[in-house]
């Protein structure tokens, strides 16, 4: 009956009035911040006895209340009642900013935050603040690393629950999230709307820097960093910073060595993913990028790229310190190491040293005899690649290389330049 008189005896001195006075006291709690109910189990605190005989239930994994449709069951009976809405689908709060509809009230109150911007939940360790209480706890772990979700077949570990799920069907293959247009199936709902922007060319996530748009919300975020610079993963090793978690982890292999991606073709090993997804195609015989001026084809745009350089001879990329021009940024970066004298790559059984990595691995054949490169013609063996093309070109019909003396034709030019020497008197013996 008080709760339908106007009058409301009982007065907080800091904000309001409320008709009975349990009301009253019971809400001087959220000023003070008293939590007298403790858990004696993991030792949380509750402002309200209701509040601990509810977290109790969590511990105990009681679940008295269950639904009649389906037969979930679950621990609190507001919780039964949220469900019970993904049965009716009502959705009676709305938001009077934008007309959205949500089944549960605390839904309507976290939308209500992308409209005001507020972030009222900030992390004591590093400072971050979040709209939702949820994903501060959620944010918590990245600072203690507790993953007390474990994976059965592979023991990998996970943070969050939904993130051992997903990971789940990695080992059953199942990808029960179809894409209606392409067919195309997903493990994950995500990567389902990720890929629908693909078809729909949606792009609905802004930079309020630069004003590009991106189709996920991931890629903005990462996106932002080259505007603030900040590069918060750091190498344990040698210290080095990266914008991205992903290129930490690509980073980290350079020390181990650990090369996890293999390819199932030839069983060479890469240390990034992409590494792999570039080298597949060379598997493939689908070469889609063909040359306007030769007509060769590749597997990789980029190649086509790189190969176009032979016909225009462009060379875009100068050394600062004596000049010289090279097509590719790569051979640029090498050929700064004749500048600098650094040699990073040693040898682990004689010390010597290399400026390319590359070098090393043909310098370690020296070593152990190795010849990997076979000539599908005759079975010859050789160390390097190299040796192995102009090995072919003996099989080879064309003999590209003529004499202009006698007009004897070779494959190599090492070969003619011999033969001409014996024009000049010289004798040699092969």
Known sequence: MKSNMADKAYSCEVCGSFVQKSHLLAHMKTHTGEKPHSCEECGFSFAWKSNLMNHVKTHTGEKPHSCEVCGSSFALKSTLLSHMLTHTGEKPHSCEVCGSSFAQKSNLFSHMLTHTGEKPHSCEVCGSSFAQKSNLF??????????????????????????????????????????????????????????????????????????????QKSTLSRHMLTHTGEKPHSCEVCGRSFALRSHLLSHITRHTGDKPHSCEVCFSSFARKSNLLHHMKTHMEDKPHS????????????????????????KPHSCEVCGSSFALKSTLLHHMLTHTGDKPHSCEVCGSSFALKST???????????????????????????????????????????????????????????????????????
């Not at 099989?395 to 024009?423: E, G, P, W």
């Open 138 to 215: 959620s944010h918590m772990k990245t600072h203690t690393g507790d993953k007390q979700h474990t994976c059965e077949v592979c023991v990998s570990s996970f943070a969050y629950k939904s993130h051992l799920l997903s990971h789940m069907k990695t080992h059953t293959g199942d990808k029960p999230y179809s894409c209606e247009v392409c067919g195309s199936s997903f493990a994950r709902k995500s990567n389902l709307l990720s890929h629908m922007t693909r078809h729909t060319g949606d792009k609905p996530h802004s930079c309020e820097v630069c004003g590009s748009s991106f189709a």
């Open 291 to 314: 040359c306007e001026v030769c007509g060769s084809s590749f597997a990789l745009k980029s190649n086509l790229v790189r190969h176009m350089l032979k016909h225009t001879g462009e």
């Open 360 to 430: 090393l691995v043909r310098h370690i054949l020296t070593h152990t005899g190795d010849k990997p490169h076979s000539c599908e013609v005759c079975g010859s063996s050789f160390a390097r690649k190299s040796n192995l093309f102009s090995h072919m070109k003996t099989h080879m019909r064309d003999k590209s290389y003529s004499c202009k003396v006698c007009s004897s034709s070779f494959a190599q030019k090492s070969n003619l330049l011999i033969h001409m020497k014996t024009h000049a008197g010289e004798k040699y013996l092969q």
